[in-house]
């Protein structure tokens, strides 16, 4: 079958395509029907289904005679541990932790927040609330107290599970701190926590309501999986939208399950048994599809890396783990390649590896530059495949499957439609834009199964965000084009999202920390383009008047204020004080504005800025820092 083959069968019968596609998954109760539409435009998929997740992904492996298969490699060049972890024993550990968690009271539909750093543990913990139908959210290790603390609050969990320490480059980063303080600041207590800890730093416990991960797993009975409805919340994971409040995703079980699993062969051309690499984390989605649930439901062997593509040791660390763990299929975001080529430009490196195991290199989260693109496809001798995701679906909408057929490759374009979504570009007023054309990205509704139903306790949010701006369709939050072809353009977010290292994240919550600080009056943040990491946020501060203190010591306090509250993955670490911000004369910030100054791109100006000359202050204001360089 041809890729225009299969997304026609998805055309003609939706339905039936979705049915067929959850065949590969064990349900306790096979559902009647695909889709639940009586709420529309709030859809479900395979509500009357039961399901478990932690069965899909270990039990039926192990059942059916995949029980010495390694599940699990953990490769960490930062700490120099390295594991396997086959599914018998990765069934053994899951029950066990499963069964602590039971005895000590959680059960289907209770949340459980797992923070932790990327450790096999991690897994086990999400697989053992699968199994007991628990919904877990799991918190990046990069986040700070205060954002753990908001997502306690939303999630309200019964447990928390955490590692002592995260490990980067040149310092430990103590976990049990955070926890311990978000603990403090949240209004909601958690019943427990399970502390999973590490030699390089143990955490203090707290009496009464920390556990020894260890200890507490002493004399339990394993626990059983308990069969979920298929709509039931597997988890939640929480991302960043316009505002300080993060958005709760909800991914639904059955849908998730079967998604997923159709997507392993036909978008990353993987057979059960192979080994699948996906360079992430799993605080990220990527981690939760595909270091995870994608690779463990279809049987395949996932790897934990704790490092960077960068000085653990060095820019051949993805080389020697690809060709010492014979990986097929490796997923990482266009950063990391950015960073390993201007550390081995000339891709020196990988000559001392052989890498023909792999079969293609995949990569997301980001816009893909050509340059980066080029460079990987010249070094690494595979096919380089772009393909464009979100949080909020969980897997793939666009993509060149690689697995059905290779079509041919345009560079700055990841590619075609998947089955599932019906894809437009629309203008203000919801037309559709003829090709080529740049408007925003919209999905005709129903999303297909996996994608998230609502917001966690907060539908209304969901309909705002998602729902109402094109009646009809999905609202991506991106901006782009399709071309004659059907390959899709992304070029720019409509919100105020930025992508930094390929992690994605709220300047509307950046503006909120800044405005904290008892001198900044106003303030904006903007993201300025990166050649490492795609994007930087950099913050503009308005002072209150009569405030004399030196500027860089305001600055100073407001970087700290950023990496405290928000957490040091936000990479907040410039700021200028200015007079005035450019507004319109309604008194909206013009930050669209401000961000191409900063890169040197050409612009209109506003026909409703209040005052034009606020614009060459801001030029000035940006030029010691390297930005706004006027070409001559
Ligand atoms: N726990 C605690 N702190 C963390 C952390 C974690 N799990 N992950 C990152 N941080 C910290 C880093 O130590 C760094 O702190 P610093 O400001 O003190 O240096 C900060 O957060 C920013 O981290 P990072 O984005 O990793 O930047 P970097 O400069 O350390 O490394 C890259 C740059 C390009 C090598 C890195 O961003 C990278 O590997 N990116 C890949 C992106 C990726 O996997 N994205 C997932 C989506 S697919
Ligand atoms: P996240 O929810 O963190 O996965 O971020 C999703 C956002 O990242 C998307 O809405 C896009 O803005 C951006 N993004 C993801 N993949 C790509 C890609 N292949 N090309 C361009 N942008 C991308």
Redo the contacts with the bound molecule.
Sequence with gaps: MTYKDVYAAWQSDPEGFWMEAAKAIDWDVFPSKALSAENAPIYEWYVDGMVNGCYNAVDRHVERGRGDQVAIIYDSPITGAKSETTYAELLVKVASLAGALRAKGIEKGDRVIIYM??VPEALVAMLACARLGAIHSVV???FAAHELAVRIDDATPKAIIAGSC?V??G?I?P?KPLVDGAIAQATHKPDFCIIFQRDQLRADMTPGRDHDWNEVQQGVTPAHCVPVEGNHPAYILYTSGTTGAPKGVVRPTGGHLVALHWTMKNIYGVNPGEVFW????V??V??HSYITYGPLVHGNTTIVFEG????TPDAGTFWRVIQEHNVRSF???P??F??IKRDDPKGELIKDYDISCLRALYL??ERADPDTILWAQRVMKVPVIDHWWQTESGYPMVANPLGIEQLPVKIGSPSVALPGYDIHVLDEAGHELPPNTLGAIAIKLPLPPGTLPTLWNAEARYRKSYLTTFPGYYETGDAGMIDEDGYLYIMARTDDVIN????RLSTGAMEEVLAGHEDVAECAVIGVGDE??GQLPLGFLCLNKGCNRPHDEIVREVVKLV?DQI???A?F?LAVVVDRLPKTRSGKILRATMVKIADNQDFKMPATIDDPAILDEIRLALQPLGYARVQS
């Design positions: 750093p990327m990046f290790g990069g995260g980067e480059p310092r980063v976990y996906a360079a992430s984390d605080g990220w990527v981690g960077k593509p960068v000085g997923f990482t975001a950063t990391a950015r960073a997301a989260g930094v290292a390929g992690h490492l990491k990496r957490g040091p993955v990479a670490k």
